[in-house]
């Protein structure tokens, strides 16, 4: 067909179904520099209007985004960094100390992550209630430890199962004790795994609702939740939503862009080990 | 690796273990370290998950209005028979488990076949699923309001697709009670299967350049190669994202919430979001009677994939990633 062999034609393919999967991603893109004019005329366009950054200074103004950006950073940022402290050493443990049961403790750890939120965000609720501490970043960095730690050891293990055997044995030969090897042989060959973990662990707390919605009202408010507050039944302002969005992506995009080859790699990992 | 002498010196006792007791004892030593490793992530998954899990128990036998939580008391099971007597509740049910095989199903089917279109040597595979993986993390809540707006009836993007691009009828989509259940499925298909698709991809190019030579030199190809070959070699991490994806679909919320909240009417009124609703009416017991039976749901579902997995998976271990 028009000189394509098979091997041509599929590739062709993936590309295009690549392409058209990314539309509605794209479709975000275009929206966040698109006119308000144009955006809700009834015939959409991809490409014939003056780009805008109006809608990128209304999500300042009109919605506080730079208080949500700064909460979800800090509440990620920081749970982030305390799940990771918790997860490595845990990681290790059952993954590469001959540890009794090591698989058993990995799968109990990993149950707890799959409670519903729903479940867990009500306890969470009533000791906000009575310490006093609902709506603030302290919060919700504490849930989301309790939600990130659990896939974090999961994780990890698997990329720590993945070393060769020999890594300690060598290490113990070279005269090393284990702390050493630990920080100068297992942890450089696990960066990739440590890295993929990170951005997963930041991911999730990064695009999590249910509990920021259940407890923060204004003031620790992260964006997923100040993002929703573009949208009211009265008022539905597409080119803030757009552009609200388009900042909570285009970090998450750059990232996973870069680490691609190792995150398909980790979960995989994760499963068979 | 370069050690200097000092340090060497540092970690002797690790290499001293010459005399038979003293093998025991390093053993026993580096048992001990690693509970010490392992102490602080569960002490504190102990404070943070397992008990909240306790007190949502307990919370799911009594009364006690969010506005007014003087009244709270005990009432032993009655929360739960007021779920098991309502019909809202057994909808729930129904349309959280049809979704979850829905979606489920779909997304490991198209994830396979784009898995086997995505494992070829091309230029630019790698942008290719850089680029495909960028769905799994956006935030649910920034696509389902940018799908909402794609799915407006009158003026959304799909609309004008279907019409202008085909010719077609505009659909409702979100807006009536008969397709708004199958627009969610479109939008978490979308979003769900290139996760599916990638680690399968992971999991197929981790088998090993031998099995493939073999199977060429057989003449096993095509549709044969990945039913006898590729499928049997990496079940166990087929086995793990059908189950990860099946726990995710049955706790759904963002989507559910930011797309229709439940409606129109009850349409898409699925477990999460019916209790969100519950406790948005302030019965908190009730709530967490409700969350207590979706997490009894989630982990019959665990326990019997978890068996079936750790049965054959020690038998059916893929050789390469060891």
């Known amino acids: 067909m028009w000189g394509m062999n098979t091997k041509q034609a599929i590739n062709l393919l993936a590309v295009v179904v690549v392409i058209l999967w990314l539309i509605p991603v794209i479709w975000v893109a275009i929206n966040s520099i698109k006119p308000t004019n144009i955006i809700n005329a009834p015939i959409p366009t991809f490409y014939s209007f003056t780009p805008t950054v109006e809608h990128y200074i209304e999500i300042f103004d009109r919605f506080q985004f730079d208080r949500a950006i700064f909460n979800s950073l800090v509440t990620v940022g920081v749970s982030t960094l305390i799940v990771m402290i918790l997860a490595l050493p845990a990681a290790y443990a059952v993954a590469r100390m001959g540890l009794m049961r090591g698989d058993t403790w990995a799968l109990v750890i990993l149950s707890l992550r799959f409670m519903p939120g729903v479940v867990i965000v009500l306890p969470y609720f009533k000791m906000a209630n009575w310490l006093g501490i609902h709506d603030t970043q302290i919060l919700l960095i504490i849930v989301y430890v309790a939600f990130g730690l659990p896939f974090a050891v999961w994780i990890l293990r698997g990329f720590l199962l993945d070393l060769p055997k020999e890594v300690e044995e060598a290490g113990r030969l070279d005269g090393l004790g284990w702390i050493q090897i630990i920080f100068r042989l297992i942890l450089p060959m696990a960066a990739p795994g440590i890295a993929v973990t990170t951005i997963f662990t930041f991911v999730f707390s990064w695009n999590e609702y249910l509990f920021a919605l259940f407890l923060t009202t204004s003031k620790a408010t992260t964006m997923p939740v100040a993002l929703q507050k573009t949208i009211d039944i009265y008022n539905v302002l597409w080119g803030s939503l757009s552009a609200g969005a388009m900042i909570q992506l285009l970090p998450m995009v750059i990232v996973v862009f870069l680490l691609q080859r190792h995150i398909a790699r980790g979960l995989a990992l994760g499963a068979v080990k | ?322």
């Open chain 2, 1 to 322: 690796m370069t050690v200097t002498h000092g340090e060497a010196r540092l970690s002797s006792t690790a290499r001293r273990p010459s005399r038979p007791h003293r093998a025991g004892a390093v053993a026993r030593r580096q048992r001990l370290v690693a509970y010490m490793l392992l102490a602080p992530a569960v002490l504190v998954l102990v404070v943070l998950a397992a008990y909240p899990l306790v007190f949502s128990g307990v919370l799911s036998f009594k009364v006690d209005p969010l506005y007014n939580p003087d009244v709270a008391h005990f009432i032993g099971w009655r929360n739960y028979e007021d779920l098991f007597d309502n019909k809202r509740f057994w909808k729930s049910v129904r349309l959280t488990l049809t979704w979850a095989a829905v979606v489920v199903t779909i997304q490991m089917v198209l994830g396979f076949f784009i898995a086997v279109l995505l494992d070829r040597q091309m230029r630019g595979a790698g942008l290719l699923r850089a680029l495909f993986i960028i769905p799994v993390f956006v935030s649910p809540i920034a696509m389902g309001l940018t799908w909402r707006f794609i799915f407006e009836p009158v003026s959304g993007l799909a609309n004008w697709i279907l019409n202008t691009g085909f010719g077609l009828e505009k659909l409702s989509w979100l807006s009536h009670k008969d397709s708004a259940l199958t627009t969610l499925m479109i939008v978490d298909c979308w979003q769900w299967t290139p996760f599916v698709a990638l680690i399968l991809l992971a999991g197929m190019q981790s088998i090993s350049p031998e099995i493939t030579e073999a199977a060429r030199l057989d003449r096993v190809r095509g549709f044969t190669y990945y039913t006898r070959i590729v499928i049997p070699l990496i079940r166990p991490v087929i086995m793990v994202v059908i189950l990860i994806r099946l726990v995710d679909s049955i706790r759904i919320f963002d989507l559910n919430w930011v797309m229709t909240e439940g409606g129109p009417g009850s349409a898409t009124l699925m477990a999460s979001v019916y209790d969100y609703t519950i406790f948005k009416q302030g019965h908190l017991g009730l709530m967490a009677a409700y969350g207590f039976l979706i997490l009894i749901l989630i982990n019959i579902i665990v326990v019997a994939f978890l068996n079936s997995l750790y049965r054959t998976e020690k038998a059916a271990r893929i050789a390469e990633l060891n």
